[in-house]
């Protein structure tokens, strides 16, 4: 069995006042094996970020099933110790850190209470030194856990988000767009870290990107998301160099190269665009 497997999984969000429900994912199933990093890709509104926000508990599916090792996360986690296990089966990193992190805490002081609170660490002194651990696990110093989140830089914000993230040693880490608000150099030395931490622990990632060449350096599958389904999946290498759903031929295409012609890219959404609107949705 795989360590993710979701079946039909289907989400509907209702506009209201007359307008148009909007079906963000249309009875998607998917698989993630163990210590497997598969990516998420589509445009803007494609259903990535609905499914990222469902497999952490962050939003509600209307139907379907979706099991982290064996459990079935779309069932209320009603009390203390249900929250914990779903926290333990998967976290997410974020776009932007400074929602996730407490502004009024020196990062060392989050990573230990997030230890504590999760029976990771049995007292002050074990939460300490594992706190400074996580730090050093993500290339992070002493020096920077006495450090609030506005005093780091936004790759530093990102590493902190990471190692909270790892702090509950979660079968699951989702990462929405987590890197596409940094530099390349930034992204380049954290899609690194995110590598090297997947060979040491054997954690699976979901990794949610419009970014096809940061899903090539991180992923070793990769699902096209259009309109909430899924279009095409497969191996990255496959997919991204020999597409064969117009639409993930669209996004190769899109993607700037030395060969890259914007007006043929423009020309071909529209064209695309027209011939999808004609065409009902499944």
Not at 173 to 193: I, M, R, T
Not at 195 to 210: K, N, P, T, W
Request: proline share 4%.
């Amino acid at each position: 069995m795989s360590l993710v497997e979701v079946t039909e999984l289907h989400r509907v969000f209702q506009m209201g006042r007359g307008a148009e429900d909007v079906t963000a994912v249309n009875r998607t199933s998917f698989s993630i094996e163990a210590g497997e990093a598969l990516g998420l890709v589509g445009e803007s509104g494609s259903g990535k970020s609905t499914i990222a926000r469902i497999l952490v508990g962050l939003e509600r599916a209307d139907s379907g099933e979706a099991l982290i090792d064996g459990a079935d996360v779309l069932r209320p986690a009603r009390g203390r110790g249900a929250r914990l296990a779903r926290a333990r089966a998967a976290q997410m990193v974020f776009q932007d850190p400074n929602g996730s992190l407490d502004r009024r805490l020196a990062v060392g002081e989050m990573l230990q209470r997030t230890l504590l609170q999760h029976g990771r660490a049995s007292g002050r002194a074990e939460a300490r030194s594992g706190a400074l651990r996580l730090l050093d696990r993500v290339r992070l110093t002493e020096r920077q856990a006495a450090a609030r989140p506005h005093e780091l830089s936004g790759g530093q914000r990102q590493r902190v988000a990471i190692a909270r993230a790892l702090a509950v040693e979660p079968k699951l880490v989702v990462l929405d767009e987590a890197v596409s608000a940094l530099d390349v150099s930034v992204q380049a030395q954290v899609l690194d870290l995110l590598a090297e931490i997947q060979r040491d622990s054997g954690v699976s990632y979901l990794f949610v990107s419009h970014d096809l060449a940061v899903v090539q350096e991180l992923c070793q599958r990769v699902i096209v998301l259009f309109r909430g389904s899924i279009v095409e999946q497969g191996a990255t290498g496959r997919v991204l160099e020999a597409p064969e759903h117009p639409y993930s031929q669209l996004l190769v295409a899109s993607t700037p190269g030395p060969d890259w012609d914007p007006e043929r890219v423009v020309r071909d959404r529209m064209t695309f665009t027209q011939r999808m609107s004609v065409v009902p949705e499944a």
